[in-house]
């Protein structure tokens, strides 16, 4: 570091008497001193002037304080009894990603060429380019490629990345940023600043690339790229593209494959992105009680996030208070907290690309105003958060913690006396318990929030939707029951091997018989929102091992050939509203074991349908042939998941398609209905990382019990 030479009339100091005064000897390189936190030996040769001493002292203090700000941002300044200074940033920005170093391209690159199954090739990915508006000379916030992200971890416009596969040599190709636009947008990371940040074999600008990329791909076997949108544009690709061969259909399953399960830095910056998250929404539930509006929650959780260093958000906060509360993407976040009784505050932010979510459901206004109906819906909610939290490991199947959930609700709703009528069975197998629980359980974290191969968790329900996207409704439930009990190991003439008929014996008397086959109804119904229709039979499953389940079964399959009949004459709650089932309700049964498996990651169904293709069993799989991925239906080591349940009372939902229709109406009381309206909806969610021995739940938030105590609600 320079000396600097400096020349004033006059510095002040604040908080002087904390600071100890640095001699010019000291400046230039002022953090031996910080750290020692003892004065500075005078130099006993110089003169000395008690005025000029003085100011040469307070300038010398200043100087230092202005140097080591970077050091000090981290030092409190403290000595003796004297006061002490926090010198610094935010709490939330304060913390180091320890044990985090580079970005792990390279680690990245060679999973994904794992995954493609080849030893030759280019892979080719270009970054994001700015944008603007139609007819604006403004544009949306910078946002990478995250697949172009996952190779490099650059995050910054006019990139490309080159990964020659034979040679194991990762490049990453970045623009030379001229002194002009350095003037108006400043500069963008030089190639040494890239290789001090992310491990690949070389950084370069990418003027260079045209030639380097004619002269390789004249040698490999192939070119792969996402999409043929993303090809490269250089003068004379056109001439060699014809004997090159171009393959834009197997990059994209390999990476998703490769993106699945996440690295240890990757786990870190969601860890750090969580941790940003719950900071704020703590901060919110601290603030609420002084909060009129909507836009007052959302201001204060992107407060708390920018001061974090964290701006950019993982997906629109979301802030639905009463009634607003049931709309699950609710994002107008305007309206007032008056006169109602809960607000369901969905919001997490990004940390270095990587996603959080989480969902916290707070009580508004005084104590007196958290109703019995609200609090008891709060504690159903966290209930089936809890005990799906508590059977996550490897191997689970995420549909059985979706329906054990649904199990959880349709018993607390049946307590309540919203649900009557009939058993907690025969309401759960005829799927009316989506009238209150209408989506997917979860769904993966990552680069995105909705990460890669979300969809396959819920299937067959999943087609192309997963998390609070993916409705799912009587027929889906009924759906993943079906395929729950197809899966559960049932005597039959098939030879099965030793270990799959000791599993199936321990678990006959757990799952149920059969599933429900009750006739859709979606004839009859209103149209549904926009939603792919089921195909007549589910794809292949991958073996999920019900079998070998530990956790009790809650549900009893009554018939083998027809779902459990309806009440024959109304019970009390018999309404005279609309009510047609919406067939959107994705969320997993209880009657599924809890989802105890110990049995490996994905499989094909139970080894007693051998028809079915045999697969691997440990949760790092081999290469796939392309076009022969199988769903992810379990949950392997590595894995970041969301846990979201939620009870809603969306109205117009609940009337117009399970109200109006007897098999479900003949279940619902409506005179109880009428009592909770006015809850809206209640919903928690955390991020939970899968791991050898379990899980970890990443997201730190206060909830349930703890929340409520902090905000004087206990």
């Known amino acids: 570091m320079e000396a600097i030479d400096i020349e004033h009339d006059l510095v002040v100091v604040e908080e002087f008497d904390a600071l100890y005064v640095l001699t010019p000897t000291a400046i230039t390189n002022p953090l031996p001193s910080l750290l020692n936190m003892n004065p500075p030996t005078m130099d006993v040769h110089r003169p000395r002037c008690r005025t000029k001493g003085i100011l040469h002292s307070a300038v010398s203090a200043a100087v230092s304080v202005v140097l080591s700000l970077p050091f000090m941002s981290r030092l409190p300044l403290t000595q003796g009894g004297r006061r002490s200074i926090e010198v610094g940033v935010a709490e939330l920005e304060a913390k180091d990603d320890e044990g985090v170093k580079k970005y792990p391209a390279k680690q990245h690159a060679r999973k994904v060429t794992k995954e493609l199954g080849t030893d030759n090739g280019l892979i080719y990915l270009p970054g994001q380019l700015e944008s603007t508006w139609e007819d604006s000379d403004q544009g949306p916030p910078f946002r990478q490629r995250r697949y172009f992200y996952y190779l490099t971890g650059a995050d910054f416009p006019g990139c490309s990345v080159t990964y020659d596969i034979a040679a194991d040599k990762l490049t990453l190709w970045v623009p030379f940023t001229p002194p002009a636009t350095v003037l108006w947008f400043g500069n963008t990371p030089s190639p040494e600043d890239c290789l001090a940040r992310s491990d690949v074999h070389d950084v370069k600008y990418i003027g260079e690339m045209a030639a380097y990329l004619g002269s390789r791909l004249a040698t490999v076997k192939t070119l792969y790229a996402l999409r043929a949108s993303q090809l490269p544009k250089f003068d004379g690709f056109e001439r060699i593209r014809s004997s090159l061969k171009i393959d834009v259909t197997s990059l994209r399953p390999a990476m998703d494959e490769a993106r699945l399960v996440k690295s240890e830095y990757e786990i870190a910056m969601i860890r750090r992105a969580n941790e940003v998250s719950s900071t704020a929404h703590k901060k919110v539930a601290a603030l609420l009680r002084g909060m009129k509006n909507e836009c007052e929650v959302e201001a204060a959780f992107l407060s708390a996030c920018t001061a974090a260093n964290a701006r950019a ?92 959930a649904t199990m959880v609700a349709v018993k607390g709703l049946l307590e309540l006396g919203i649900l009557c009528g009939g058993t907690a069975d025969e309401i759960f197998q005829n799927g009316t318990g989506a009238a209150f629980f209408p989506h997917g359980l979860g769904h993966h974290v990552g680069l995105d929030v909705h990460d890669v191969l979300s969809r396959d968790l819920l299937r067959p329900a999943g087609e192309g939707m997963w998390g609070k996207r993916r409705p799912i409704g009587p027929q889906s439930v009924r759906a993943m029951v079906k395929q729950a009990m197809k899966e559960s190991v049932i005597p039959t003439p098939v030879p099965s091997s030793p270990t799959t008929s000791s599993s199936s014996t321990a678990t006959s008397q757990q799952q149920p018989s059969t599933p429900p086959n009750s006739p859709p109804t979606k004839t009859t119904a209103p149209p549904l929102p926009p939603r792919p229709t089921p195909p007549p039979s589910p794809p292949p499953m991958e073996k999920t091992g019900v079998e070998a389940r530990t956790e009790e079964v809650t549900i009893r399959v009554t018939s083998p050939s027809q779902p459990p009949s309806p009440p024959s004459s109304p019970t009390k709650g018999s309404p005279n509203r609309k009510n047609s089932t919406k067939d959107s309700s994705n969320t997993e049964t209880a009657a599924t074991a809890s989802g105890n498996q110990p049995q490996g990651q994905s499989q094909p169904e139970s080894s007693s349908q051998p028809t079915q293709p045999e697969q691997q069993q440990q949760p790092p799989k081999p290469p796939q042939k392309k076009g022969k991925r199988t769903p992810h239906t379990t949950l392997q080591t590595g894995m970041v998941v969301t846990v979201e349940p939620g009870v809603y009372f969306c109205k117009p939902y609940i009337e117009a398609y399970f109200l109006r229709r007897p098999e479900h109406a003949n279940y619902l009381d409506a005179e109880a209905l009428d009592r909770f309206w006015g809850v809206g909806g209640v919903r928690v969610e955390d991020c939970v990382l899968v791991t050898e021995a379990g899980c970890e739940n990443l997201t730190t938030a206060p909830k349930g019990a703890e929340l409520l105590k902090m905000m004087g609600f206990a």
């Not at 906060?317 to 109602?340: C, D, K, M, Q, W």
């Not at 919001?347 to 007196?368: H, M």
């Open 313 to 404: 958000q993982a997906y629109p906060v979301i802030v639905g208070s009463g009634p607003n509360a049931s709309t699950l993407h609710y994002n107008s976040n305007n309206e007032s907290l008056a006169g109602r009784q809960l607000v369901v505050l969905d919001a997490g932010a990004e940390w270095a690309c990587y996603a959080s979510e989480v969902t916290r459901t707070l009580p508004i206004g005084p104590k007196s105003k958290f109703t019995t109906e609200a609090r008891a819906i709060y504690d159903l909610v966290h209930k089936m958060q809890d005990e799906v939290i508590q059977r996550i490991k490897p191997g689970v199947v995420f549909r059985d913690l979706q329906l054990h």
